[in-house]
């Protein structure tokens, strides 16, 4: 599936992206504040595409006239009791590039999937989490109309061999539907 904003294509991420994946994943300001290692190489990247980014409602974030991947956004659809995730719910995850940061490009895209995880797939509530003192993170899911639900004071996160303090929040489709 694609989906359009006026600024943006979200689209599936192929093996031919890893080049565009590795030039912004590699950079140690995107993906530990996320909770995952910077990409290594241009292989580990193609990796991470056939695994991680693979998921039906994972989508690169590209610029429209270019089909170069800056960021990445999607669902995932999966039960978690630690994060407070029912088996009905889904979580929004997101990341983009350094040079795109601060343009409101990390909205447009967010703003995008939850009206599609509200009006095309029929969720009742989306979740969205950040690690503690991960402001952009934080500020996003403000602007989107996230309201604060539950706080992990120790998220062993995997990648990285550490715990850290999350923050869980949540939309439902009422208050979606309230403000869109």
């Known amino acids: 599936m694609i989906l359009e904003t006026e600024r943006l294509i979200l689209r599936g991420w192929r093996d031919e992206d890893a080049s ?12 530990p504040s996320a ?6 190489d241009e292989k580990y990247s193609k990796a991470v595409i056939r695994t991680v980014l693979s998921g ?46 601060g343009q409101g490009i990390a909205f447009e895209a967010a703003k995008e999937i939850l009206r599609h995880g509200f009006l095309d797939l029929g969720l009742k509530t989306i979740y969205c989490a950040y690690f503690e003192g ?36 949540t939309i439902s489709w009422g208050d979606w539907k309230k403000n869109n």
């Open 56 to 101: 039906e409602e994972t989508y690169a974030i590209c610029l429209k006239g270019t089909d170069e991947p800056i960021g990445s956004i999607g669902l995932t659809f999966r039960e978690s009791k630690e994060r407070g995730i029912p088996k009905d719910g889904a979580e929004l995850g997101y990341w983009l590039g350094v040079p795109f940061w």
């Open 35 to 40: 909770g995952w290692l910077p990409h290594k």
């Open 134 to 169: 991960n402001e952009r993170s934080k500020k996003l899911q403000q602007k989107c109309g996230f309201t604060y639900h539950h706080t992990n004071k120790k998220t062993h996160v995997i990648m990285l061999g550490e715990y850290r303090t999350e923050h869980i929040n």
């Open 20 to 31: 565009g994946l590795f030039k912004y994943a590699k950079d140690d300001r995107v993906g």
